[in-house]
């Protein structure tokens, strides 16, 4: 006689059949920030999610910013981190931090567990393999425009290497920092250029994991999770604060990707092991779904 257990697996497989067949070729782009990538048994989880989505014949991509190594490596070298609306304030001292945690630590770390993993991966970022392209920034407030220093939003995403890589069966693993026109590092919002990557790609799915449970009315309680939320009542929440500092430029970044196609966009959280597979390949899902409502 079957054990419990053993008819549950096979009764989660069966659930997951569905998405399987649906998302099958499918291009997906996954954020990967916070907590989601400081925590290494989070992170391996996170990795072995992405090969098997890969090994299930989906395309995943992943984009990742590394805001707090990058604060760590500031400490480091004496610099005092400074943000405005969760943007980081870039001089070249700074722009030299960041490209090197971002390049060589964070995205050079990744590719080698994908393929400690059994999977195939590639960096994005320099020569013929450059993904991201852009321009300075100036960031815009309510007292008017702010000078950011070396940071740049993306005016450009060189899709075909993306997909040339994604669609042979390779995992693009893409820091974000893009090469302006005259050939120089500028710093990028992680979410922004995240969903840059997924209009660019008419992806299916954008999903950012990051180290919270979704968006919350209250932050101090994981049980105020709100499971969907329109455009509309995400700028509600922002004008009364309860979306604010870093969570703005990743909701913005979400509408953004909708409004230019994407389908669907979600915040998970990714401190939870294998969330990424509940989302994608159960009926209940997990985090916040965003939609552009009516």
Same mark, same amino acid.
């Given at each position: 006689m079957?054990?419990?257990?053993?008819?549950? =697996?096979?009764?989660?497989? $069966?659930?997951?059949?569905?998405?399987?067949?649906r998302f099958r070729g499918s291009l997906i782009v996954i954020k990967l920030g916070g907590s989601a990538m400081e925590d290494?048994?989070?992170?391996?989880?996170?990795?072995?999610?992405?090969?098997?989505?890969?090994?299930?014949?989906?395309?995943?991509? &992943?984009v990742h910013g590394g805001g707090k190594a990058i604060d760590r490596a500031m400490a480091e070298a004496g610099l005092q981190p400074k943000k405005v609306r969760g943007r980081r304030v870039t001089d070249e001292g700074t722009l030299s931090i960041v490209v090197r945690v971002l390049r060589e630590e964070i995205?050079?770390? $990744?590719?080698?567990? #994908?393929?400690?993993?059994?999977?195939?991966?590639?960096?994005?970022?320099?020569?013929?393999?450059?993904?991201?392209f852009g321009e300075k920034l100036l960031l815009e407030t309510e007292e008017g425009p702010?000078? &950011?220093?070396?940071?740049?939003?993306?005016?450009? $995403?060189?899709? =075909? !290497? $993306?997909?040339?890589?994604?669609?042979?069966? !390779?995992?693009?693993? #893409?820091?974000?920092v893009? &090469?302006?026109? @005259?050939? =120089?590092w500028l710093n990028i @919002? %992680?979410?922004?250029?995240?969903?840059? !990557?997924?209009? %660019?790609l008419g992806a299916e799915k954008l999903v950012f994991l990051s180290d919270t449970p979704g968006i919350l009315m209250d932050k101090s309680n994981a049980s105020t999770l709100i499971p969907t939320l329109d455009a509309k009542g995400c700028l509600d929440l922002m004008r009364r604060k309860i979306i604010d500092e870093g969570m703005i430029p990743k909701v913005e970044a979400c509408l953004d990707a909708l409004r230019g196609g994407v389908r669907k966009v979600h915040l998970v959280d990714g401190r939870s092991r294998h969330a990424l597979m509940l989302e994608i390949f159960t009926d209940k899902g997990t985090g916040t779904e965003i939609v552009l409502g009516s």
């Open positions: 079957q054990s419990t257990e053993a008819t549950r =697996k096979a009764e989660v497989l $069966i659930e997951a059949l569905g998405y399987f067949r290494a048994e989070a992170l391996r989880a996170t990795l072995q999610d992405v090969v098997f989505l890969e090994t299930a014949g989906l395309r995943p991509v &992943l995205c050079g770390g $990744i590719v080698r567990q #994908i393929r400690d993993f059994g999977g195939r991966a590639v960096g994005l970022h320099g020569g013929s393999q450059q993904a991201l702010v000078d &950011l220093g070396q940071v740049g939003r993306v005016t450009r $995403i060189d899709r =075909k !290497v $993306i997909e040339d890589f994604a669609l042979g069966g !390779v995992v693009p693993v #893409i820091p974000s893009a &090469l302006d026109a @005259n050939g =120089k @919002n %992680a979410d922004t250029a995240a969903a840059a !990557v997924a209009l %660019a």
